[in-house]
């Protein structure tokens, strides 16, 4: 059981908006800034917006995300084929003092 | 290139030890606090622990899961990371990744290296 919720499956079709959430407690998310990776198959995580809402270079902006109270929210919009993986929330816990992540969204591109 | 390469996974036996290391290239190693990452097989990300810079005193932080049995170390000389792993049970089988924090405690993970496979199983 993870300490951050999210939806465990996630799907759209192409070009298309896709939001995922992440839910947490004012120890993790609403103390703390979230930080969002992107899994694709196979691969390591990579990092996808950090700091709740700042993209790294090379992220495409259809990539967003932001913060309110204990949740936070990825959007992803004019999906794409490639977008398919696994996204994970993560924020430190004051409580757990260490790093705690979502279970993680499977999103499918239909 | 910023790089981050895992080595030293395999199978072991449960009661068993393992030492992981991290090899770091492309930055100036000694400047960063570093955290291990695993993800049991068809799981989800599990933090594991930090280790700090030389500033912050190498100051080493776990997750309860772990908490005496595994040391996270580091050799600034080697730009090298390592996780020692102790009394191994078979939930620790995972894929372990070794991560750069970007900022100070509260900073993302980026890069992550590729991950070493670590299975506990008699």
């Known amino acids: 059981q993870s300490v951050l919720t999210q939806p465990p499956p996630a799907s759209g079709t192409p070009g298309q908006k896709v939001t995922i959430s992440c839910s947490g407690s004012?120890?993790?998310?609403?103390?703390?800034?979230v930080h969002w990776y992107q899994q694709l198959p196979g691969t390591a995580p990579k990092l996808l917006i950090y700091?709740?809402?700042q993209r790294p270079s090379g992220v495409p902006d259809r990539f967003s995300g932001s913060k309110s109270g204990t949740s936070a929210s990825l959007a992803i919009s004019g999906l794409q084929s490639e977008d398919e993986a696994d996204y994970y929330c993560?924020?430190?816990?004051?409580?757990?003092?260490?790093?705690?992540f979502g279970g993680g969204t499977k999103l499918t591109v239909l | 290139e910023v790089q981050l390469v895992e080595s030293g996974g395999g199978l072991v036996q449960p009661g068993g030890s393992l030492r992981l290391s991290c090899a770091a290239s492309?930055?100036?190693?000694?400047?960063?606090?570093f955290d291990w990452v695993r993800q049991a097989p068809g799981k989800g990300l599990e933090w594991v622990g930090r280790?700090?810079?030389?500033?912050?005193?190498?100051?080493?932080e776990y997750a309860a899961s772990v908490k005496g049995r595994f040391t996270i170390s580091r050799d600034d000389s080697k730009n090298s990371l390592y996780l020692q792993m102790n009394s191994l049970k078979t939930e620790d089988t995972a894929v372990y990744y070794c991560?750069?924090?970007?900022?100070?405690?509260?900073?993302?993970?980026?890069?992550w290296g590729q991950g070493t496979l670590v299975i506990v199983s008699s």
């Open positions: 004012n120890s993790n998310i609403g103390s703390n800034s």
């Open positions: 492309g930055f100036t190693f000694s400047d960063h606090y």
């Open positions: 991560a750069r924090v970007i900022g100070t405690g509260r900073g993302w993970f980026d890069p």
């Open positions: 700091s709740n809402n």
């Open positions: 280790i700090r810079n030389k500033a912050n005193s190498y100051i080493t």
């Open positions: 993560a924020a430190w816990d004051d409580s757990l003092n260490g790093w705690v």
